[in-house]
């Protein structure tokens, strides 16, 4: 039994996108805030019901319409084609893969207040703890606002990636008039700052073993989005990223530890740390199976329990084919799929075909559990195509079967709710991640890469590949495919543009959507706010 203390019974703050929301719901303060218990129910582990979710818009991944699917389907990793009735949604998933989202998309407005609404439950509980902190003694509060600033600190982290210049809020009781931006890079300073601060004051054990800190935001967790805001400080400390030109992460200068490092200098310096911690799964396919808690290799993950938790994994039940998914007792939405990029990348149908891609992918034949042929709705063998695929299938004889689908996750066969309630905890931070980001920061420092990348690479494939960018780009979608990691590394390294190749493609020259536009419905409440170059 996984040992989760954040149920959803202890939610007693609910917000709505407004900043300064008072509900009417919640219990009494006096009553919420009397034991130590309580202080920490109701202000560090309620925190973590909103790090997953069971509604659009809502949780880091696992849901539809949000955060995940910003950074997957705006990428060169995955697409929602148009099948025929299907998946049109007035051009919503047209506009992802042809960059042409404009300031009212769902999905931009979706993960914008979602952010903003943890980021607001954490300036409340940071403020709750100040008040109330002489239930505790004073070793024991420095923890609680730790963890509560690192956790804050996180989503202001998804915040200036996906966005950009945003607004740097640190009180709960702000008006939306009030409300101004803080360019990129000062932002990026401010989390920085934060994580390094809190370091000392958080627990240093694994997030990932079931007991009291599993789920929870600990000092590995920090080191890792510390290791990832080094690696990409050239993007996060560029404040107008449509001029061309970027700061050199070779001259940025941080103090990390008493030491002045660069940003490839600090990234290596937090990847060791990781690195005498964790240890890679024999097997790739370890770190997702049904009861993926004994991992040695995640570092953070949204936990799952379909008989104890809300949250769901929409992504598998989005992918597949609705007759592949009632072969397993669920029900399929016929969806998303690899996009032919990934494809080339992962050498599909050729001999060279890495072994990694059917870890990630349904292509080809389709069986159930039990390796029965599993029908289409005519009849017929249900199989994936996974070369056919292209935005608009409608009118195409593939217009179901298009398409390699999500496999990442093992089949719960006891999942609940059409399968989105499963066992398998949902893989935000790994090692193998940690091994490619050292891998990088060593080749952009002129030094060997090659260790790392081959640890990674050596336990799926025994054909050698020198560890160059390019190379290391694509290992990263080889082994981190539909973990929403595409965008922000096309971005990391100058690729991010739109898959469209058709006479209406978005003109791109000033990579204005490597940033997403600021929500039309946010700016029209407070007109202080600049929309973002480009929209």
């Not at 979602?114 to 109330?132: F, G």
Request: overall charge negative; some cysteine; aromatic content about 12%.
């Amino acid at each position: 039994m996984k040992r989760f203390l954040f149920p959803s019974l202890l939610v007693i703050l609910l917000v709505s996108c407004s900043l300064t929301e008072h509900p009417k719901d919640q219990i009494p303060e006096e009553q919420a805030y009397t034991t130590a218990r309580q202080l920490y129910q109701n202000t560090v582990a309620t925190l973590y019901n909103y790090i997953g979710g069971d509604a659009d818009g809502q949780g880091l991944q696992g849901t539809c319409r949000g955060v995940y699917d910003l950074n997957t389907f705006g990428s060169d990793e995955a697409m929602l084609p148009t099948r025929g009735g299907d998946w049109y949604d007035g051009g919503l998933w047209q506009a992802m893969y042809k960059h042409s989202w404009a300031p009212g998309h769902d999905l931009c407005k979706n993960a914008w207040l979602y952010l903003y609404k943890v980021i607001t439950l954490c300036n409340r509980s940071l403020e709750t703890l100040q008040a109330h902190g002489n239930l505790v003694d004073a070793a024991t509060l420095r923890g609680y606002q730790a963890e509560v600033r690192a956790f804050r600190a996180m989503y202001y982290w998804y915040l200036i990636d996906l966005f950009g210049n945003v607004p740097l809020i640190t009180s709960s009781d702000v008006s939306m008039s009030q409300v101004t931006q803080e360019k990129r890079s000062v932002t990026f300073a401010f989390i920085v700052k934060e994580l390094q601060t809190v370091l000392p004051d958080l627990a240093d054990e694994n997030s990932v073993k079931s007991g009291d800190y599993y789920g929870r935001v600990t000092r590995p967790v920090a080191y890792f989005i510390l290791a990832k805001l080094m690696l990409n400080a050239e993007v996060y400390g560029d404040d107008d990223w449509t001029n061309g030109q970027r700061p050199d992460g070779s001259r940025m200068k941080f103090s990390v530890d008493g030491q002045t490092m660069n940003a490839w200098q600090a990234t290596v310096y937090y990847c060791d740390k990781l690195d005498a911690s964790f240890a890679l799964m024999p097997n790739y396919r370890d770190n997702f199976l049904v009861h993926n808690e004994t991992s040695t290799e995640n570092i953070f993950v949204i936990p799952m329990d379909k008989n104890l938790y809300r949250q769901q994994q929409q992504n598998l039940f989005r992918s597949y084919h609705y007759r592949h998914a009632a072969a397993y007792g669920f029900t399929g939405e016929n969806g998303s799929c690899a996009t032919r990029k990934v494809l080339e990348v992962f050498g599909y149908a050729t001999k060279a075909e890495d072994p990694r891609f059917g870890e990630n992918y349904f292509a080809g034949p389709v069986v159930d559990l039990n390796g029965n042929a599993v029908a289409d709705r005519g009849g017929k063998q249900l199989v994936y195509y996974p070369t056919a695929v292209e935005m608009n299938l409608s009118g195409s004889p593939y217009v179901e079967t298009a398409g390699a689908r999500m496999r990442k996750y093992e089949i719960d066969k006891k999942a609940l709710k059409d399968g989105k309630l499963m066992d398998n905890d949902i893989v935000l931070f790994r090692l193998a991640d940690v091994l490619l980001m050292r891998a990088e920061a060593k080749v952009r420092m002129g030094l060997s890469g090659q260790q790392d990348f081959d640890l990674v690479r050596g336990r799926s494939t025994t054909v050698h590949r020198e560890a160059t960018l390019p190379n290391i780009l694509d290992e990263r979608l080889l082994e981190l495919a539909w973990e929403g990691w595409r965008r922000q590394d096309l971005v990391r390294f100058g690729l991010f543009r739109t898959l469209y190749d058709g006479d209406d493609r978005v003109d791109e020259a000033d990579a204005h959507t490597t940033v997403y536009p600021i929500p039309a419905d946010i700016k029209a409440m407070n007109g202080k706010l600049v929309q973002n170059k480009g929209y």
